[in-house]
């Protein structure tokens, strides 16, 4: 269960949460916790996460380890040394306005992956895809380029997560079934790329508008095995409703 704050919070609210979500969620066993706070705030909730089952990722990362002179960007090893498990990759808001692409999230992954983090590898597609009937050729096409190019040995390393770009923040979450669908899909394409033990055994979140009121209905799909969750996780009453459905 991994929580994306996206572009919200500062390091003193971060402390603040972690202080009303940590109690509510410390019986959790069920669940691998994540909270994947912006940059500036990392070192608050990696200090505040201590000693707790709640594990704090990044959002991105440059798809190089070596430092240098690349202004603004952060490497994987240095998330690592400050404390993160995990960094979101690929995520469609950096798709859609940053120049993401299926190549720039399979060198991401990469770099992640040397630096001993955990990629959350993120594929979905629009709303106009969706609708001309191209889901399945979008994943296909998002998880051949960014991901089965992964050795074995590092695809058994990363989560996927599937967001549905018109579920994100719209209120519109994917039926059970939709996602459903989209993450058998998903799983289909890792066992053509990685074979069945692979595809069985790899984690895929689903994400777009999870609250605590619709995330029962979705953990009980077969092919979903977690939530990525970005408004509802800023409220640690709301997260921990996730976490706990
Ligand atoms: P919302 O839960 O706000 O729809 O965001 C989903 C998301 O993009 C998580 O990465």
Redesign the pocket.
Known sequence: M?G?W?MFKTPAETKDFFAKFLPLVEKSGHADIAICPPFIDVPAAVEAAQGSRVGVGAQNCYWQNKEGAFTGEVTPAMLKAAGCTYV?IG???RRQYFGETDETVLKRTKAALEARLIPIV?VGEMLAERESGRTNEVLSTQFNGGIAALSAEEFAKIVV?Y?PVW?????K?ATPEIAEDAHKVLRGLAEAAFGKAAADAVRILY?????PDNVTGLMAQPDIDGA??????LKAEDFAGVVNF
């Open positions: 991994a994306n996206k979101i995520h469609s808001e993120c997560a967001e579920a994100i923040g719209t209120g979450v994400g777009g508008s999870v609250k990525l969750v970005g408004g509802a996780a």
